[in-house]
């Protein structure tokens, strides 16, 4: 998950501003104006989700009795840091080469080539590699609603087709980084992106943004609806500038997925107020070095949370979409 800003697979604040429609147009526009067509989103035929196909019909009546589930399974919609979603590994004997291949080919399918690239960073680092990972398969692909899902130490990825309902990446998604290190991170640098947008505020707009304490569970990002109640500072309050560092924020945050995935996000922003209905929190507590560079912060709307603890390892958790009425 790219912490650049240009060449290394991040959106281009134009690009960015022009498919969201900027902070102002999002507001105007609302649900109605949606252009289904510009975002589409994953589907069933998009490359991870073939490869996820191709998986599950290689599996043997052994394996689909220790990792396929029915869609609606519990387990599905679970999230946490550190936890293996069923127990074998993708390294042993369990899977074949070819399977582990198509697991390959699934997570590069739902990243972009840099996302891509630092995962396998990650995931050696934390864990010693995909291989001590593990994953499983709710539903049947290519006979109605299914899903794919990975999950290991700082590690939660999914691939769905867009068989969840208005919900991005399929549902509630982890990144992190054991290394404790800030300068090896490779997250510090959407901590340092976030603090941009800190130092652009004033000092009644700071007020508002810095909280003392951080949300007790830092896994809870329940999607709140139009009703909710968002900490910190909303982004329609700031001006233009700063919502420009907000939005060039927002970009780095999602470069390293697929562009169907960011697309997905950028439709579900806008159909529900824009980048304006969004708020942004930064807490004091874990304060690293106490140096003013907030290392544990929070963009939240009616359809949107990212919750980034980076103190001092990095757990983040993203949960977009619409909030479920029944």
């Given at each position: 998950?790219t912490?650049?800003?240009?060449?290394?697979?991040?959106?281009?604040?134009?690009?960015?501003?022009?498919?969201?429609?900027?902070?102002?147009?999002?507001t105007?526009?609302?649900?109605?104006?949606?252009?289904?067509?510009?975002?589409?989103?994953?589907?069933?035929?998009?490359?991870?989700?073939?490869?996820?196909?191709?998986?599950y019909?290689?599996?043997?009546?052994?394996?689909?009795?220790?990792?396929?589930?029915?869609?609606?399974?519990?387990?599905?919609t679970?999230?946490?840091?550190n936890?293996?979603i069923?127990?074998?590994?993708?390294?042993?004997?369990?899977?074949?080469?070819?399977?582990?291949?198509?697991?390959?080919?699934?997570?590069?399918?739902?990243?972009?080539?840099?996302?891509?690239?630092?995962?396998?960073?990650?995931?050696?680092?934390?864990?010693?590699?995909?291989?001590?990972?593990?994953?499983?398969?709710f539903?049947?692909?290519?006979?109605?609603?299914?899903?794919?899902e990975?999950?290991?130490r700082?590690?939660?990825?999914?691939?769905?087709?867009d068989?969840?309902?208005?919900?991005?990446?399929?549902?509630?998604?982890v990144?992190?980084?054991?290394?404790?290190?800030v300068?090896?991170?490779?997250?510090?640098?959407q901590?340092?992106?976030?603090?941009e947008?800190f130092?652009?505020?004033?000092?009644?707009?700071?007020?508002?943004?810095?909280i003392?304490?951080?949300?007790?569970?830092?896994?809870a990002?329940?999607?709140?609806?139009?009703?909710?109640?968002?900490?910190?500072?909303?982004?329609?309050?700031?001006?233009?500038?700063?919502?420009?560092?907000v939005?060039?924020?927002?970009?780095?945050?999602?470069?390293p997925?697929?562009q169907?995935?960011?697309?997905?996000?950028?439709?579900?922003?806008?159909?529900?107020?824009g980048?304006?209905?969004?708020?942004?929190?930064?807490y004091?507590?874990?304060?690293?070095?106490?140096?003013?560079?907030w290392?544990?912060?929070?963009?939240?709307g009616p359809?949107?949370?990212?919750?980034?603890?980076?103190?001092?390892h990095?757990?983040?958790?993203?949960?977009?979409?619409h909030?479920?009425?029944?």
């Amino acid at each position: 998950m790219t912490t650049h800003a240009s060449s290394n697979g991040t959106i281009s604040r134009r690009a960015f501003v022009q498919a969201v429609g900027g902070t102002a147009a999002l507001t105007a526009l609302g649900a109605s104006n949606l252009n289904a067509a510009l975002f589409a989103g994953p589907t069933p035929s998009s490359a991870a989700e073939t490869a996820v196909t191709e998986f599950y019909k290689t599996l043997s009546d052994n394996q689909r009795g220790q990792i396929v589930f029915p869609f609606d399974h519990e387990l599905r919609t679970r999230i946490n840091p550190n936890w293996h979603i069923t127990k074998p590994e993708i390294g042993q004997d369990f899977y074949t080469d070819k399977q582990r291949t198509l697991i390959d080919q699934i997570v590069r399918g739902v990243t972009s080539k840099d996302g891509y690239g630092r995962l396998q960073h990650q995931m050696s680092d934390d864990a010693g590699g995909i291989e001590h990972f593990s994953v499983a398969v709710f539903g049947e692909p290519g006979k109605g609603d299914f899903e794919f899902e990975l999950t290991g130490r700082h590690l939660t990825l999914r691939a769905d087709g867009d068989s969840v309902d208005k919900a991005a990446f399929g549902g509630p998604i982890v990144y992190g980084h054991g290394v404790d290190d800030v300068a090896e991170n490779m997250y510090y640098g959407q901590t340092k992106q976030a603090n941009e947008v800190f130092r652009s505020l004033d000092a009644d707009q700071a007020r508002k943004a810095l909280i003392t304490k951080a949300p007790p569970v830092e896994s809870a990002v329940q999607i709140q609806g139009d009703g909710g109640s968002f900490p910190g500072i909303g982004i329609g309050e700031l001006k233009d500038d700063q919502k420009q560092l907000v939005e060039e924020s927002l970009s780095m945050l999602l470069a390293p997925y697929r562009q169907e995935d960011r697309d997905e996000v950028m439709e579900i922003v806008k159909g529900s107020g824009g980048v304006d209905k969004l708020h942004m929190a930064f807490y004091q507590k874990n304060d690293l070095e106490s140096d003013k560079v907030w290392d544990i912060w929070r963009v939240e709307g009616p359809t949107f949370v990212w919750h980034f603890r980076g103190a001092p390892h990095v757990h983040a958790y993203i949960n977009i979409g619409h909030r479920k009425t029944t």
